[in-house]
């Protein structure tokens, strides 16, 4: 990186000094796009830790429909990713995870203290958690399915009725929460995430 820098002056006794200039490698510049920010990063790897649970068990078989612990691993996983993403945004937790990040000292490294100043973005982890936790939920549905089709024991009509209830509730609240349709329908949005939240809690 070029540390060069350029004095002009502006009038007798006077002069200002510009910054560095220097140039940011290639892969560096692509890794800090707009669309790969700190906030998507954190919402990929949300995703990927899920996708990572998933293949694992899937590897060793042990979700299986026949003797239901492919249910009972489904809504746990559900529940869990539902539980983060709701956690992440309460208010005491959101402002202990400020108030920690406040903490640091100006003795700390530059690189770190920047990482620490991304606290904000922990909607990430929000949006990941909630998608993760929507796309078990399909899952878990499709599985009652096809246990109830198949006759096992635990999957009663009102478990359909009250999943296929709850899918759509969640999928309407992460449609309303896409961008452009928050950005233009704001209202909606709200509304959705308030009352559509309450709906689930209360149907579940």
């Excluded at 746990?76 to 709701?86: H, K, Q, S, Y």
């Excluded at 203290?113 to 991304?118: D, F, I, L, W």
């Excluded at 089709?149 to 478990?159: D, F, L, N, Q, W």
């Amino acid at each position: 990186m070029s540390t060069e820098t350029n004095t002009s002056v502006i009038a007798p006794g006077f002069a200002v000094r510009q910054l560095p200039t220097g140039r940011v490698a290639p892969f560096v510049r692509r890794f800090k796009r707009p669309r790969l920010t700190c906030y998507h990063r954190l919402t990929l790897s949300v995703l990927v830790v899920n996708l990572g649970v998933f293949l694992y068990h899937q590897e060793r078989g042990d979700w299986l429909i026949s003797d239901g612990t492919a249910l009972s691993a489904l809504s746990t996983v559900m529940l869990v990713n539902v539980a983060v993403a709701i956690l992440i945004r309460q208010q005491h937790v959101i402002n202990f995870l400020f108030r920690l990040a406040g903490r640091g000292a100006r003795s700390w490294p530059l690189g770190l203290r920047s990482a620490v100043s991304k606290v904000y973005h922990v909607g990430g982890i929000h949006v990941g958690e909630t998608v993760a936790g929507t796309v078990w939920l399909v899952a878990f549905t499709c599985a009652a399915i096809v246990a109830r089709s198949r006759e096992a024991p635990g999957v009663s009509p009102a478990t359909l009725v009250l999943a296929g209830s709850l899918v759509a509730v969640t999928v309407l609240i992460a449609a309303c929460a896409v961008p452009p349709v928050r950005r233009r329908a704001h209202n909606a949005f709200e509304v959705t995430h308030r009352f559509g939240g309450w709906t689930a809690l209360a149907l579940f």
